[in-house]
């Protein structure tokens, strides 16, 4: 089966640092760009990040950039999430979505289940 | 930077049509896609380019743009679709990804 799937999520503390992953399952990652979009609790969808094939492209929204990193490491098949000073606005649960095709890269028809953060003292 | 406007809520009966706009500047201009969310799960994409369905989406699901709003129209509406609903697009300007606030779709 084709998936994605999150993990890295938890309870922090406002401040501190955090990496999710997002492995890619039944498939190759390599050709395909890869975003993270968040949600806050009873809130909408947020767009966090974006990573093209091969890395070469890299986008953040404005409420993260300078903060939060994203990367790929395809031997791995997998994409990650490193997010640092933490604060309790970016409680969510954060998935990674994308493509299943290589000619567009502009709407998501695969999501993982997401994955839970949460900042708290 | 690029804002996308819907209404919180829209209701319909069982087997009437719902219609959830989606405002935008310029929003002819780019392609819209569509996505349904039901409580605990991920969004779905239901509608990509402003007026595909991607394989398994009911014929029920269509996606329509003039001038500055798109607009999701679902046919002969179900129970089981009852879900938040949200537009989105690329703004090319910036490279961003950008949602709508979301509509919450109810089915009395």
């Known amino acids: 089966e084709v998936q994605l799937v999150e993990s890295g999520g938890g309870l922090v503390k406002p401040g501190a640092s955090l990496r999710l992953s997002c492995a890619a399952s039944?498939?190759?990652?390599?050709?395909?760009?890869v975003n993270w979009v968040r949600q806050a609790p009873g809130k909408g969808l947020e767009w966090v990040s974006y990573i093209s094939s091969g890395g070469h492209f890299i986008y953040y929204s404005d409420s993260v950039t300078g903060r939060f990193t994203i990367s790929r490491d395809d031997a791995k098949n997998s994409v990650y999430l490193q997010m640092n000073s933490l604060g309790a606005e970016d409680t969510a649960i954060y998935f990674c979505a994308g493509p299943t095709s290589t000619t567009t890269s502009r709407y998501f028809d695969l999501w993982g289940r997401g994955a839970l953060v949460t900042v708290s003292s | 930077s690029y804002v996308l406007t819907q209404p919180p809520s829209v209701a319909v009966a069982p087997g009437q049509t719902a219609r959830i706009p989606c405002g935008g500047n310029n929003i002819g201009n780019t392609g819209v896609h569509w996505y349904q969310q039901k409580p605990g799960q991920a969004p779905v994409l239901v509608v990509y380019d402003n007026s595909d369905r991607p394989s398994g989406i009911p014929e029920r699901f269509s996606g329509s743009k003039s001038g500055n709003t798109a607009t999701l129209t679902i046919t002969r509406v179900e129970a089981g679709d009852e879900a938040d609903y949200y537009c989105?697009?690329?703004?090319?300007?910036?490279?961003?990804?950008?949602f709508g606030g979301g509509t919450k779709l109810t089915v009395l």
């Open positions: 039944g498939f190759t990652l390599t050709p395909y760009s």
């Open positions: 989105q697009v690329w703004d090319r300007n910036i490279d961003h990804v950008v």
